[in-house]
């Protein structure tokens, strides 16, 4: 069966959709084949960033309304071969808990990850999709108020059940004087109150990636961190490289 990480956070814009398709794309670089299921309903966004706009026939919405089985809405990357998407839906939906079970029940014998890109806060989506999650990463970017509903999401995740928790700070500027009003790493690590497992950096080649639908270029700096990232999601020891 495949493990479901769920990627959350407090805010909007902090870097969950980001995350979801680069991590997606280091898993699934091996022999492991990854699905995201795209949960901002409403929002869809990912069906862009993976190069499959004239490819949607059927969404998350139609599995939900049974006008389709969950593998009819499912979307092979073409850069990608073993990274598939089901596309959020188009219009805004309420996602119970028995939703997300049907898709991880009927897909999850097909896959080794399935990563659930949440919308934005705490709401009924983000709670249904953690009643199966395995672990979870919570991501923040270098700002007070991410930091803080880092913290928030963390938290509720524990009261939901899901103890493997991790932090990921997003959009991460490579010269620490560019972090006020945050003086250092520590201090997200410390008011996120959650172990920290990678850090990204602010970078062109993810927007460009994202807005264009094509991977990630080597050059990008990201490149090798969302490939360690992988790696300690495998659970491997990769050193954080960071001071
Ligand atoms: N590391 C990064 N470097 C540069 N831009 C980024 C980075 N991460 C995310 N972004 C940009 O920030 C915006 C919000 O990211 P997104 O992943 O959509 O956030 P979320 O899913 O949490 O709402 C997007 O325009 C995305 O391209
Ligand atoms: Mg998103």
Redesign the pocket.
Known sequence: MAKNILVA?GK???????VSVFLGEALAGGKESVLILELDCGLR?LDVSLGLTDEIVFDFGDILRGSCEAKDAVYNCRFCPNLSLIPASLKPVSVSAEDIKKVVSELGKNFDYIIFDCP?GLGDIFESAASFADMALV?ATPDPSSIRGARATGAKLLSLGVKERRLVI??CPEKAKNLSPINNLDEIIDGSELQLIGV?????F??KS?DCGVPLEFESP?YKTFRDLSERIRGKYIPLGIK
């Open positions: 956070s909007g814009g902090a870097g969950k959709s980001t966004n934005a991501i997003e959009r990204i950096w602010e970078d062109a993810v927007r994202m990201n």
